[in-house]
């Protein structure tokens, strides 16, 4: 069965540091990786995704991605307190397959 | 990006009633949808996925007689909740797929 694992937090962060959110998965087969931040009593809304390894920016978010460890990462630069939120680590087989969740990591900026 | 949108936003019904929850993909053509249910504090599970024209694939664990799927067009699944109880009150979100997943606002069901 598939599983993704997330610390649950919270992870408190001062304004302007950087976040790091961390996310390990089970399955080998995966191919797509997936961050979303998920407000309170909100839908998951798409952050970034990655299929390589390496390292995808975008912004001030940067995605890392290490297959071989079965890891990836989410970066948050210059965090604000706007960017306090659940951030969710998904990973999906292939194609359209449906996603597997981690739970969650509760991340907490501090003004 | 793309659009999905829900429908009803949330519902309030008696136990043993039936709910339908529209999910629909407003600027694309979706031939996969996917239904997700997220209990407090916990996040979504994959329920199942819904393909147009053919009948879904429902995730080990959830009964495909009590979640009623059916995806009739490339813009429109619907979930029906039959015979409704306490424990199905949980938020439902749906996602359309166009080359990543996009997900629906969702739908707070309360079961009294």
């Known amino acids: 069965q598939k599983e993704v694992e997330q610390n649950s937090g919270p992870l408190s962060v001062p304004e302007g540091a950087i976040a790091s959110l961390n996310c390990t998965y089970s399955d080998r087969g995966s191919q797509s990786f997936f961050w979303y931040r998920q407000y309170s009593g909100k839908s998951p809304e798409l952050i970034m995704f990655i299929y390589s390894n390496g390292d995808k920016e975008d912004g001030r978010f940067t995605a890392q991605l290490n297959k071989a460890s079965q890891y990836v990462s989410l970066l948050i630069r210059d965090s604000q307190p706007s960017d306090s939120a659940t951030y969710l680590c998904?990973?999906?087989?292939?194609?359209?397959?449906?996603?597997?969740f981690g739970k969650g990591t509760h991340l907490i900026i501090q003004p | 990006g793309a659009v999905v949108s829900q429908h009803p936003s949330w519902v309030i019904c008696k136990s043993g009633t039936s709910v339908k929850i529209e999910c629909r993909s407003l600027?694309?053509?979706?031939?996969?949808m996917f239904w997700y249910r997220q209990f407090p504090k916990q996040s979504l599970m994959l329920m199942a996925t819904?393909?147009?024209?053919?009948?879904?694939?429902?995730e080990q664990g959830v009964e495909k007689d009590k979640f009623l799927i059916n995806h009739a067009s490339l813009t429109l699944s619907t979930l029906t909740v039959t015979s409704a109880h306490p424990e199905d009150s949980s938020f439902y979100i749906c996602s359309a797929y166009e080359e990543t997943q996009y997900f629906g606002p969702g739908t707070r069901l309360l079961v009294l």
């Open positions: 998904a990973v999906r087989g292939g194609g359209a397959d449906g996603l597997t």
């Open positions: 600027d694309f053509q979706a031939t996969t």
């Open positions: 819904s393909n147009e024209g053919s009948k879904a694939t429902y």
